[in-house]
C-alpha cells in the first residue's frame, strides 16, 4: 500500500538553510506536495510538484524529487522563526482516481534565532 | 473569495452525544474530501465527494460517520454516539481541477 515517511524533528539556526527529506512508496502518484501547519490551524499549501520533474523553485523553497529512489526533499533558504512549524509531505493517490492525499506523519521545524 | 471554511473550530462533547460538522469549499470547486488528524500524526483520508455524489470512503469511516454534501456545495460530517477515540481534528480540503488541495482551519472535537 501506499507510505509516506518523513523524519521527525529538525532544528536549525535563523538564517541558515533547512532541508526536510521524505521518501514514498507509490512509484505511480503523479504529483507530491508539501504543506506546512502551524499550531492549532489547517495544512497551508506550500507548494507541489508533478512527478516528471526533478527539481522546482519558488522563492525561498525548492523542491526536489528522486522518482528512482521515491525521494522528495523541501529546501527552505534563509531560514526564519516565522518558519517554525510542521512540515508534512505528502503523495496523490493515483489508483483510486480521486485525487486523495496521503500524508506523512509531519516533521517539526525549530528555528532557534 | 476567503478559501476553505469549518464550522465549528472547536468542538467539546460528552461521550455519546452525536456531533455534526460543517465545511464550505471554495467557490465552485466540484471536489470535497474529509480528512482526520489526530495528536503527532498527518492527516489521514475519510472521504471524497466530487460535486453531491459521495465517490469513496475509507474503512476508517465507521458506521457512526456519515457524510453529506447534497447540493454539492457544502458539505457536513456527523458522527453519532461519539466515544474518546474519536478526538481528533477533522480537516476539510477541496479543489477543482488543478493540483492544488485547500485545506481549512479544521474542527478540533474533544469526546469527555
Known amino acids: 500500500g501506499e507510505d509516506v515517511e518523513q523524519s521527525l524533528f529538525l532544528s536549525v539556526r535563523e538564517g541558515d538553510s533547512s532541508v526536510i527529506n521524505c521518501t514514498y512508496t507509490?512509484?505511480?502518484?503523479?504529483?507530491l506536495y508539501w504543506y506546512k501547519q502551524e499550531p492549532g490551524a489547517g495544512l497551508q499549501l506550500l507548494t507541489y510538484?508533478?512527478?516528471?520533474?526533478d527539481m522546482k523553485q519558488d522563492q525561498r523553497l525548492t523542491v526536489l524529487l528522486n522518482k528512482k529512489d521515491k525521494h522528495l526533499s523541501l529546501r527552505i533558504a534563509d531560514t526564519q522563526t516565522g518558519d517554525s512549524a510542521i512540515y508534512f509531505c505528502a503523495e496523490q493517490v493515483v489508483s483510486s482516481n480521486t485525487g486523495k492525499l496521503i500524508f506523512g506523519q509531519g516533521t517539526t521545524l525549530q528555528v532557534k534565532p | 473569495d476567503t478559501g476553505v471554511s469549518q464550522n465549528p473550530r472547536h468542538k467539546i462533547t460528552k461521550r455519546g452525544q452525536n456531533v455534526t460538522f460543517r465545511c464550505d469549499p471554495i467557490s465552485e470547486h466540484n471536489r470535497l474530501y474529509w480528512y482526520r488528524q489526530t495528536l503527532g500524526q498527518g492527516p489521514e483520508f475519510l472521504t471524497y465527494?466530487?460535486?453531491?455524489?459521495?465517490?469513496?470512503k475509507s474503512r476508517l469511516l465507521s458506521d457512526r460517520f456519515s457524510a453529506e454534501r447534497p447540493k454539492g456545495s457544502f458539505s457536513t460530517l456527523e458522527i453519532q454516539r461519539t466515544e474518546q477515540g474519536d478526538s481528533a481534528m477533522y480537516l476539510c480540503?477541496?479543489?477543482?481541477?488543478?493540483?492544488?488541495?485547500?485545506f481549512g482551519q479544521g474542527t478540533r472535537l474533544t469526546v469527555v
Open positions: 507509490d512509484s505511480s502518484s503523479t504529483y
Open positions: 465527494f466530487q460535486n453531491e455524489a459521495q465517490l469513496e
Open positions: 510538484i508533478f512527478s516528471n520533474m
Open positions: 480540503a477541496s479543489r477543482q481541477g488543478s493540483p492544488e488541495a485547500f
